[in-house]
């Protein structure tokens, strides 16, 4: 029977798919979460930089090797996997959202005492970068379907420019209002704002974390189209976060 | 055996079966903290403990290990990855190394728990951590935050990879009005997991941003309010119970088709009317949480009005389980009994809730034992009913070997009776004003004769669960051959090989015009 003969044949060469890096990353996340304890609870610094030596080495190894493994031999599903996750990601933001809504409306006083006016031009012009970037981004992937390899490139590049330089302003903004006695302690309001500009900007890393994955191959000339559409995607998701952020931290 | 190729496993099934095997384990651990509990609360005054934050600790890690550690990761994490790609026809699911991520980002979370145990200091928070008891402890809240955080980003990535693969990975002629109710049900409580999961590791981070990093969100002196964290918390939550409620259910949906060969009763009405009325409900629910923290009157009945809605499609649920069982011809083989208990347990448990969908009642009973029983009921026991039982249903398509159908019956009774002595009697006190959470109850004398009978009760149990996992453990090493079909299922899993080979089927297969996975030839 042929049912028998695929069965044994099955059993001559068992072989299981295995990979080691979501093993490796795995418990790199367990050192990361004893250097935090280390750190914070048992102020221990020592014992915090040693599980930090082990965790950083082992995330980002895994994550390397991952890619190295991985990229390339998608089934073609990535999108809408994304999509799912960035469901699981707008969650995050809305319940930071609503928490500062919730805050906010409830208080008897707004804003609570040590609030500063925050710079209203700077958002504006961070606005412009990041929309500029989500359009490129856009353009390199319609120059892409078209075959069009080294425009594809070009405007790849620039985005993670825009990507970079949204970020450098971020940091200057940040360290500014810090430099002005505005902390993240300072009072609730302090709290929402450098939590949620902080949530963005550590998401404008990861995207622009994607994009550096691939490049190697877009130099090469290879590129994975449904890579490029998911990473997209992903960004196009950062920039449309942030009309959140301007409009509801900075200018109301 | 190759050991490393399960540790570094990517196959759905071993995936599935480390799943298992860690779930199993946090159960035990979890069932200890209870045992533990139950024998301090049996005499007034200190038991076996004089230090009443070691109680907490008990108490925080009985709570959240049995959800996160044992439930959860049991029915997203081993039945999921087990059936569904065998369910829709696949050879894998979309990605086969996210979900070894996923598996072992489980294991990372259930060894920060345990740690619990080792470390100075441990978590007190309960499994809630509501603050501002959780930022003001000297606790370490941070374990309880990595925690949540890590089991849950596991359960965002397993359900993003389910999704996908149900999406596209179904076998040529499996329409959508095909897949087994399970499947159905394990894509409820995915969405489920996606939507809410992110509100909760929001939640607690918050808190540990709080107490370790000197933000405000909760501290009212600085402009934070505290009731945030509640109802982030609840939002989560009470749909938790939805995503353990849902392949729970499935599983039940299943062993009932299969063990009484009956097609699903009103299979869409299951679907489209009570899955998705879960699905649709289960987020507007969770005010009821915080009826006694303070709130507008309106917004009380409102959550009332929505809270009693959502029994509707739970009901719609129920009916489809009886009437599948209606004109089956049912045998009763173990898996069959859990089920049938699943659905008598589950009866009482919803039907107690019900009152405490009334703001006026729940003002009552609130912080009773009332409510401890409800939950245990409802959730705890049923839920736990059905993974037992869908181990013993799946035990020969995973072992290729049969299970101890005697020991296995022993093993139900012994448990059915254990749990009715707990948690009814739990529900008893409750109305008679018995607190709940009180490691010493010195001013409630007289209940000192009820908490030892639940003692007692919690022993029967504890013997009851013991006798089915040695049961499983001892199958597993020398049970008879099961053959590849055992319960003449047309259900795909039950069509490959038993234990399916690497990739499932030799040729993949697909399904005819009139397949149905419930499409029994009538005797």
């Known amino acids: 029977m042929a049912h028998d003969a695929h069965h044994a044949e099955g059993h001559a060469h068992a072989h299981w798919d295995t990979s080691v890096w979501p093993f490796v990353i795995s418990f790199g996340i367990l050192f990361l979460a004893v250097a935090f304890s280390f750190k914070f609870v048992y102020h221990n610094s020592f014992a915090a930089i040693l599980s930090m030596g082990l965790a950083l080495p082992m995330i980002i190894a895994g994550v390397a090797g991952w890619t190295s493994e991985a990229m390339g031999k998608g089934d073609g599903f990535s999108y809408s996997a994304m999509g799912w996750f960035i469901l699981a990601e707008a969650m995050i933001f809305a319940s930071f959202f609503v928490s500062?809504?919730?805050?906010?409306?409830?208080?008897?006083?707004?804003?609570?005492?040590?609030?500063?006016?925050?710079?209203?031009?700077?958002?504006?012009?961070?606005?412009?970068?990041?929309?500029?970037s989500s359009l490129t981004i856009h353009y390199a992937e319609h120059l892409l379907h078209?075959?069009?390899?080294?425009?594809?490139?070009?405007?790849?590049?620039l985005t993670i420019v825009l990507g970079a330089v949204f970020l450098g302003m971020s940091i200057y903004e940040w360290s500014h209002l810090i430099h002005d006695g505005f902390t993240i302690g300072t009072n609730a309001f302090s709290t929402v704002f450098f939590s949620v500009?902080?949530?963005?900007?550590?998401?404008?890393?990861?995207?622009?974390?994607?994009?550096?994955?691939?490049?190697?191959?877009?130099?090469?000339?290879d590129v994975d189209e449904g890579f490029m559409r998911t990473a997209g995607l992903y960004w196009h998701f950062v920039d449309i976060i942030w009309f959140f952020v301007v409009s509801q931290i900075y200018y109301w | 055996m190759n050991l490393k190729e399960w540790i570094f496993t990517t196959d759905h099934k071993r995936v599935g079966v480390l799943y298992l095997i860690g779930s199993i384990v946090a159960f035990a651990v979890a069932g200890i903290m209870a045992l533990l509990m139950r024998a301090e609360l049996s005499t007034i005054g200190p038991t076996i403990t004089g230090n009443p934050?070691?109680?907490n600790v008990w108490l925080y890690a009985h709570g959240a290990v049995m959800i996160l550690g044992f439930q959860i990761p049991a029915l997203t994490g081993f039945f999921a990855n087990y059936c569904i790609p065998l369910m829709i026809g696949a050879k894998d699911v979309a990605f086969p190394r996210v979900n070894a991520l996923s598996v072992w980002l489980f294991y990372v979370g259930i060894i920060l728990a345990v740690l619990t145990f080792f470390i100075p200091d441990p978590p007190d928070v309960m499994w809630t951590g509501y603050p501002p008891y959780s930022t003001m402890t000297t606790g370490n809240t941070a374990m309880y935050s990595f925690t949540v955080l890590i089991l849950g980003f596991a359960s965002i990535i397993g359900g993003v990879n389910f999704l996908t693969t149900v999406a596209y990975m179904r076998a040529p002629g499996l329409t959508l009005n095909k897949l087994n109710i399970f499947v159905w049900c394990t894509l409820g409580a995915f969405v489920l997991q996606l939507i809410f999961v992110p509100v909760l590791g929001t939640a607690v981070t918050l808190i540990s941003l709080d107490k370790y990093l000197g933000t405000n969100f909760f501290d009212p002196s600085k402009g934070g309010d505290v009731l945030t964290y509640q109802n982030l918390f609840w939002f989560y939550s009470h749909p938790a119970v939805y995503v353990i409620f849902l392949p729970?259910?499935?599983?039940?949906?299943?062993?009932?088709?299969s063990h009484a060969k009956n097609m699903v009763f009103n299979?869409?009405?299951?679907?489209?009317?009570?899955?998705?009325?879960?699905?649709?409900?289960?987020?507007?629910?969770?005010?009821?949480?915080?009826?006694?923290?303070?709130?507008?009157?309106?917004?009380?009945?409102?959550?009332?009005?929505?809270?009693?809605?959502?029994?509707?499609?739970?009901?719609?649920?129920?009916?489809?389980?009886?009437?599948?069982?209606?004109?089956?011809?049912?045998?009763?083989?173990?898996?069959?009994?859990y089920a049938l208990g699943v659905v008598f347990l589950f009866l009482i448990g919803g039907l107690t809730g019900v009152p405490l969908a009334v703001p006026s009642l729940t003002l009552a009973v609130s912080d009773t034992y009332y409510v401890v029983g409800h939950f245990h009921y409802v959730m705890a026991v049923a839920g736990t009913f059905a993974i037992f039982g869908g181990i013993y249903h799946w035990f020969p398509k995973v072992t290729g070997k049969m299970y101890n159908e005697f020991w296995g019956k022993v093993g139900f009774w012994i448990t059915f009776v254990g749990v009715n002595i707990v948690f009814w009697i739990m529900m008893d006190i409750g109305v008679k004003g018995m607190p709940r959470r009180y490691y010493d109850y010195a001013h409630f004398p007289q209940f000192e004769d009820?908490?030892?009978?639940?003692?007692?009760?919690?022993?029967?149990?504890a013997v009851g669960f013991a006798i089915a996992i040695l049961n499983w453990i001892l199958g597993a090493i020398n049970g008879k051959p099961a053959g590849d079909n055992p319960w003449g299922s047309p259900s795909l899993e039950w069509s490959t090989v038993s234990p399916p080979p690497h990739g499932n089927w030799p040729t993949p297969p697909s399904v005819s015009e009139d397949w149905h996975p419930y499409g029994f030839k009538k005797a």
Do not use: C
């Open chain 2, 450 to 461: 009820a908490h030892q009978w639940m003692t007692l009760g919690a022993g029967i149990l």
């Open chain 2, 248 to 257: 729970f259910i499935g599983v039940v949906y299943e062993i009932i088709a």
């Open chain 1, 197 to 221: 500009t902080g949530l963005h900007g550590s998401h404008v890393v990861v995207g622009l974390g994607i994009f550096l994955a691939g490049l190697p191959t877009v130099m090469r000339g």
């Open chain 2, 267 to 337: 299979y869409k009405m299951v679907v489209y009317g009570g899955i998705g009325g879960i699905v649709l409900l289960s987020g507007e629910v969770w005010v009821h949480h915080l009826y006694v923290s303070g709130m507008a009157d309106w917004l009380r009945i409102g959550q009332m009005v929505t809270t009693l809605m959502i029994s509707v499609p739970v009901g719609l649920m129920m009916i489809g389980l009886i009437g599948t069982l209606h004109k089956g011809s049912i045998a009763f083989t173990t898996p069959m009994m």
């Open chain 1, 100 to 132: 500062y809504w919730y805050t906010r409306l409830h208080a008897d006083v707004w804003p609570p005492a040590g609030n500063i006016t925050l710079p209203k031009l700077m958002p504006l012009v961070m606005t412009f970068v990041l929309v500029a």
């Open chain 1, 146 to 157: 078209l075959g069009n390899k080294a425009g594809f490139r070009t405007w790849y590049l």
């Open chain 2, 53 to 55: 934050t070691q109680y």
